[in-house]
């Protein structure tokens, strides 16, 4: 869908040594094959919370996924789209009522301890419903977890709950953290959330701020042919421009989310020994969004809403932006999810005239110095794009008359402002699409979610009758109920305009082709790399 020509080659053949240059020592890498060896990757930021079970987001996935174990992991060729990770098989009942697990027999936690039902208990119950951005909109009806074995733990629901749901939802919401590390402590301030311990094929070995991650391997894990590398280190590298310059000096080997800018790839598909691919993201669209604070006097009103959705130009985004590596978003479920989207919706066609004509009717006049109000825009800093279209949104709204004044901030601080503080007008976001909106996407505009809350509606916006079909959906079993509930929700979305999607797109990875098994999954930037080789 996304995805341009370049990213489909097949690119470069041929091997390099690799020196693989941290902030660590400087060391030679090992050329042991098909396992050993360091994998340095890049990393553009560091979560403030490291997390998975509390902060379900592809910033702190990328690191903590390959030491805190899901459920389940998204496949390609699995059934349902699902392979088994901390669970062996999940089974919901007709009445959507319980979900009951069987867990993986022999399994230890990185210091030791068994891993059982009781620490799957404890996360849903004490973790994934009370304080995951995600997790407490898919177990919102979650009221106690049987444990009748060690291996067998009952999920049971105070309402009917799509099966649907909890099976997408698997690899994104279920991260299994060690009751014995969080029990009787502030969680939200536990140590733990920073010093991981997991069951993962990888340990937590040491974060230097500002410099390095470093994971190293699990020799007990619990499939005894992985992980295949000894260490991966991921190397803070907050400037992107700068990943591909580390690859090209085998400084790094595998830069991931685009990391290397879309107008460096045509160049550096060139070079020698280093692959483009566009696999390994299919279960996580990101979306392109404008989140607006409906506080905001001017903005609670939906004639300005609608007059900034007229003055974005997607064609524009799509083409310079991302160079043609995204499509033009319609509405809050992106196209490639077919089971849910639909394109009847209203459209908002590039045309600042009609936005100045419907800011003027408003009552919203210019003043001596052109401008009708002014406003706080945040970009996200997580993405070049993100930041990139901040530059254009604000002179898309001088082009109305709206003074707006970019204010750039790191990614603690940034989340901080939008999602705890409101302290902005309008941000430029990219949520997920996970396969499900119930996910990670009715949130977005739901009502209702604490302050605090990353990736979540903190605009202030309220809709009695949106609550109402996302609430509806989350009880409603029946898959073709459900799936028109969804259509009903993206209609309401695009008509108010609680947000404003532009586009949606996928990520490149680039890497030397000495790293092997890149990409076999759809959630491959974000899983555990067990399988992951460095041949020399």
Do not use: C
Request: proline residues 6%; hydrophobic residues 45%.
């Amino acid at each position: 869908m996304i995805v341009s020509s370049i990213s489909r080659r097949t690119l470069m053949k041929g091997t390099a040594l690799l020196l693989a240059s941290t902030a660590l020592a400087r060391q030679t890498l090992a050329q042991t094959a098909p396992g050993g060896g360091r994998l340095v990757v890049a990393a553009d930021s560091e979560p403030k919370n490291l997390n998975p079970a509390i902060v379900a987001s592809n910033g702190v996935f990328f690191i903590a996924s390959k030491v805190i174990e899901p459920l389940a992991e998204a496949s390609f060729d699995g059934k349902d789209g699902l392979a088994p990770r901390l669970a062996t098989s999940w089974e919901g009942s007709a009445d959507g009522l319980s979900v009951t697990f069987k867990l993986r027999d022999g399994v230890t936690w990185h210091d030791g301890k068994p891993f059982t039902s009781v620490d799957v208990a404890f996360s849903a119950l004490n973790i994934w419903k009370p304080l995951q951005n995600l997790g407490r909109l898919v177990f919102a009806n979650l009221e106690a977890v049987d444990t009748p074995d060690d291996y067998t733990a009952i999920f049971r629901f105070s309402k009917p709950t799509p099966f649907q749901l909890i099976r997408n939802a698997l690899p994104v919401v279920t991260s299994v953290v060690a009751k014995h590390i969080f029990d009787g402590s502030d969680i939200a301030a536990n140590p733990g959330n920073n010093k991981l311990v997991g069951t993962g094929p990888f340990k937590f070995a040491e974060h230097k701020p500002g410099e390095y991650y470093r994971l190293t391997r699990n020799e007990n894990y619990w499939d005894k042919d992985q992980p295949k590398l000894d260490e991966i280190v991921f190397r803070v590298l907050p400037d992107r421009a700068s990943a591909g310059a580390a690859l090209e000096a085998g400084e790094i080997q595998l830069a991931a989310f685009s990391a290397v800018p879309l107008a460096d790839l045509d160049r550096i598909s060139k070079v020698d020994g280093i692959k483009v691919i566009s696999k390994g993201y299919e279960a996580l669209t990101y979306q392109l969004v404008v989140e607006i604070n409906h506080r905001r006097k001017e903005l609670a009103d939906l004639r300005v809403r609608q007059a900034i959705a007229h003055a974005i130009d997607k064609k524009f985004v799509v083409d310079t932006i991302f160079l043609g590596y995204a499509a033009a978003a319609t509405g809050p479920v992106p196209k490639n999810a077919p089971e849910f989207y639909t394109s009847d919706v209203a459209t908002y066609d590039f045309n600042p005239a009609a936005a100045n004509d419907i800011l003027e009717k408003a009552g919203y006049a210019k003043g001596a110095d052109g401008s009708r109000f002014k406003l706080k825009l945040r970009p996200a800093p997580y993405f070049n794009e993100t930041r990139q279209f901040g530059d254009y949104l604000r002179q898309a709204l001088a082009a109305i008359g709206i003074d707006a004044e970019i204010i750039n901030a790191d990614a603690a601080a940034h989340q901080k402002a939008v999602y705890t503080d409101h302290d902005f007008d309008l941000a430029v976001a990219p949520p997920v699409f996970r396969g499900d909106p119930a996910i990670s996407t009715t949130i977005l505009v739901q009502s209702g979610t604490p302050d605090g809350v990353p990736f979540s509606n903190q605009g202030g916006y309220a809709n009695p009758e949106l609550d109402r079909i996302i609430k509806q959906a989350s009880e409603t079993v029946d898959t073709a109920t459900r799936t028109d509930l969804y259509r009903k929700f993206q209609q309401l979305v695009v008509a108010d305009l609680p947000l404003i999607n532009v586009a949606e797109w996928g990520f490149i990875t680039v890497a030397r082709d000495t790293v092997l098994n890149v990409a076999n999954n759809p959630r491959w930037a974000v899983s555990n790399w067990g399988d992951t080789v460095l041949q020399s």
